[in-house]
Each structure stands twice: as C-alpha cells, then as structure tokens.
C-alpha cells in the first residue's frame, strides 16, 4: 500500500507526492524562491569564506544566508526569467552502496518547480561541508534556483551525512561518493516518472563544484562505464575540484600550509574508510588535533569555519606528525598510493566537459585543473573558464552563475 506524503504548506498542493519503492520521502516542503519584495529567499544556502581567521569566525560559517544585496543581485542573474517561483523540496532516502558495495541506505534532495514541465534534470554534487544540518536533505540550496528555470534538481547528502550522519564520512574517496551521487539519480529518475513528472529530455546535466567538482568528475566515470546504455548525459559541468588529489596533497605538504586546516587530516581519514587500509589517526595527526578529532569533526555539530577556528592553524607541522609527512614511512607510504587511486585524470570523459576554475584559487589549487587539461585535451570534447574570479568562495559564486547562463 502506498503511503502518501502531503505538502508542508498552507495550500493544497496539485499534486500528492507518493512513496516509490526506490525513493522515499520524508519531509515535503514547498519554498519561494523569491521574497514579497522581491529579493532573494534568505534561507537559501550558499558556499561561505572558510579559511581559518579568528577574528572573523562569523565571516567563515559555511553556512551563508543569502542577505546581501550582492548576493540578491548575484542570483537574480543566475534566473534571468523564472519559468517558477514555487519550488517543491523533497528530501527522501534510496538504497545505494557502502564503501565496499554493499547496500546501504541514503538520503537526498529533489528539488522541482512546483508546476510545469521540467526540461532535464541537474545532479548537484555539494561542496565540502562539515556540519549535518549543510547536508542537501537539510538545507534550500543556492542551485535550487535552477529549478525556477524549469529543470529538477538531484542531490546526494553523500555517505557519513544525512541518514547515515554517524558514519565516517569517506572523504573524497571518488568510488563511493561517485556511488551516492549515481544511485540517486537512478532513484530519482523512477520516481519523477512515477509522479508523472518525466524530464522532457532524459539526457541528464552534471554539476559540482570544490569536492562536489571532483564527485561528478567521477560520478560521470562511473556513469560512462556501468550506466552508459541507462544514463545519457548532455553536458558536465565541474568547478575547482581536487581532481589530481595526489598533486593537491603533494602542494599542501610542499609549502606546509593550507587554506583550509580541516581538509588534510579529513583526506586522511576519508581515505581511510574508503579504502578500509587501517590506517591509526595517532600516527598522523598531532596530539591536540587527534584529541579532538571526533568532537569537532566526527560528531557533525559545526562547520567548517567552525572546525578550521578550532584547529587554529595554517601549518602543515602543527596538524601532523613527523611520520604522517613522511613518504617512507611504511603507513604513510599507503596513504600516498590511496592519494594516486582518488585522483581521476586516468580515464577520458566522453560526453561534453566544462572546467572551471579561477587561477588565484588557493583552497583547490588551480594545478588540478591545469592537470585534467593536460590529461584530456585532444581526447574529449573539453572547454575552460579560466580566469581570476577571486578566492574559493567567489569562485564558486560565478560558476553557478555561470552554468545559469548557459542550461
């Protein structure tokens, strides 16, 4: 027997969003994406500055309102002209795979323009977050926009957040976060045609940017090589993403600083339970940072501005141990072939790929994308955006600006 799931609102909605044996959803939630006055809804959530300053703490939350004018103006330019200004938020769970294939269950978002046709729909790969309530099933993302232009939006919470928040969240390990982002899709696709809500096109669009940029470079390896005769895919779209971990690594412990403190001990551990090697936190992470590990990252309770406050350093050696920088070292040598086996230069994408990136990005440096440049030009059909957009942070505001103007 079906169970029906109505609406959060105050008015009736046309249609009755029904559980589906692929996905199933638990909180439905209809959402303006524009205010009376004709701003920006201001619980929309967008990337936020999260390099380490104490003196800014509020600066660096990642998890940023839309408030400011700039900001109202910024996406008033992703829209151009809405086809919707009720949007539909459905956060649901589906079956997909645990780091070592078996089944597991997931949560996610999709997000639809409460009326009309949709024209494709756009999986959205998140950025780094920290916090569980950052995760899609939890937040109004900023590219729920792009639903007001007509199209459904797809995106994971990824393993270690939403339902599975107590899990170990396997940090840029690309097969299974590649996995969560796939089953989803899949999962959705049933359950729009379910609700009798199919995109008119079924070629499929691909987006990520920062973690979220390297998750759909490998989300579309995936899709190319076991879901080639179910997915079609029309256009990818991947923004700053550590695409060349072993390079992003190398850099990091090369100048022995980092932008983002939280991001090194969490490749390190992410590996880890990605690729189940046993690798000891303690051999790594210095003693103030291992002795307070799970508190400020483990548990899920604060964000990344948050966490790098905590950390409270740039430097390389305060975070780790002399043998965690070691490359021969024995357990650090595994960690190092680990990095080599995530990057995801070693395969050539088939379907149309736009990288983007700006040149003065110091969080993921811009060498990944120089890399995957290297790695598939003169074999896939690849475009750039290369240009100075600012720090991490800007980036990201132009590049969902700019795959606004081109969907």
């Known amino acids: 027997m079906l169970v029906l799931f109505g609406l959060v609102s105050c008015r009736q909605p046309e249609i009755i ?3 589906f044996a692929d996905f199933h959803p638990y909180a439905v939630t209809e959402s303006s994406l524009t205010m009376g006055d004709g701003s920006l809804n201001p619980e929309m959530q967008v990337m936020a500055n999260t390099a380490w300053n104490t003196d800014t703490l509020s600066e660096n939350s990642s998890v940023r309102r839309i408030a400011s004018v700039s900001y109202s103006d910024l996406a008033r330019a992703i829209l151009g002209y809405y086809y919707a200004n009720e949007v539909v938020q459905i956060a649901g769970t589906y079956t997909g795979h645990d780091v070592d294939g078996s089944a597991v269950t997931l ?23 920290g916090a569980y309530y950052e995760a899609p099933s939890e937040t109004f993302p900023i590219e729920a926009l792009y639903a007001g232009k007509g199209y459904a939006i797809v995106a994971a919470d990824y393993l270690g957040f939403g339902v599975t928040r107590h899990r170990i969240h396997p940090y840029l390990h690309a097969e299974s976060t590649a996995a969560s982002v796939v089953d989803l899709l899949l999962a959705a696709q049933g359950y729009l045609n379910f609700i009798g809500r199919s995109p008119e096109d079924e070629q499929v669009i691909l987006m990520g940017y920062s973690q979220g940029g390297s998750a759909t470079l490998a989300a579309l390896r995936l899709l190319e090589r076991d879901y080639a005769d179910r997915v079609k895919i029309k256009q990818v779209y991947c923004g700053a993403g550590p695409y060349d971990l072993s390079a992003t690594y190398d850099i990091a412990m090369e100048q022995n600083k980092v932008t983002i403190p939280y991001a090194v001990p969490m490749i390190i551990q992410g590996l880890n339970e990605g690729e189940r090697m046993g690798l000891r936190m303690q051999d790594f992470l210095q003693p103030r940072i291992l002795e307070n590990f799970d508190k400020w990252v483990n548990s899920k309770e604060y964000n990344l501005g948050e966490i790098n406050n905590f950390m409270g350093t740039h430097s390389i050696d305060e975070i780790l141990t002399p043998e965690g920088r070691d490359r021969a070292n024995a357990e650090t040598k595994k960690l190092y ?13 088939l379907a149309p790929l736009y990288l983007f990136h700006s040149t003065t990005d110091k969080t993921v440096p811009y060498d990944n994308s120089l890399h995957a440049v290297q790695a598939f030009k003169g074999k896939s059909n690849l475009r750039t955006n290369f240009d100075d957009y600012g720090a991490h942070q800007k980036g990201f505001l132009k590049f969902v600006s700019v795959v606004g103007d081109e969907i």
């Open 17 to 19: 969003y029904a559980d």
């Open 107 to 129: 949560s996610g978002k999709i997000i639809l323009p409460r009326k009309g046709k949709i024209k494709n729909i756009i999986v959205v790969s998140h950025y780094t977050i």
């Open 337 to 349: 072939e680990a990095l080599g086996r995530n990057s995801l230069l070693d395969s050539t994408p």
